[in-house]
Nanobody
Framework: QVQLVESGGGSVQAGDSLRLSCAAS?????MSWFRQAPGKEREFVAL????????YYAESVEGRFTISQDNAKNTVYLQMNNLKPEDTAVYYC???????????????WGQGTQVTVSA
């Protein structure tokens, strides 16, 4: 099973930027970011195909977040700009064998990294 390790979370002010990284021990067809706020279900944030040709975003982050991947480093990134308090959550990297917006379709998960955005 592919191991995933996230990094880059932190506490910022609204309007600031953060970049999350997800280092993978191997390559998977679809790499995604999900997030989970306290008391809420885990929700899809962004997806990138292994070759970078396809990306997809949740409507709530479209235009503010950018997902990308570096195959040479087996690393996926999530650049988050113009952060809002409602972006506060634990962010998880996930890997799967097909493209999906559903957490249960993914077989590999990182441990999560906390992002806190204050007003």
């Amino acid at each position: 099973q592919v191991q995933l390790v996230e990094s880059g979370g932190g506490s910022v002010q609204a309007g600031d930027s953060l970049r999350l990284s997800c280092a993978a021990s191997g390559r998977m067809l679809a790499m995604s970011w999900f997030r989970q706020a306290p008391g809420k279900e885990r929700e899809f944030v962004a997806l990138v195909a292994w070759n970078g040709a396809t990306t997809y975003y949740a409507e709530s982050v479209e235009g503010r977040f950018t997902i990308s991947q570096d195959n040479a480093k087996n690393t996926v990134y999530l650049q988050m700009n113009n952060l809002k308090p409602e972006d506060t959550a634990v962010y998880y990297c996930a890997g799967g064998t097909h493209y999906s917006l559903k957490p249960r379709e993914y077989t590999s998960w990182g441990q999560g990294t906390q992002v806190t955005v204050s007003a």
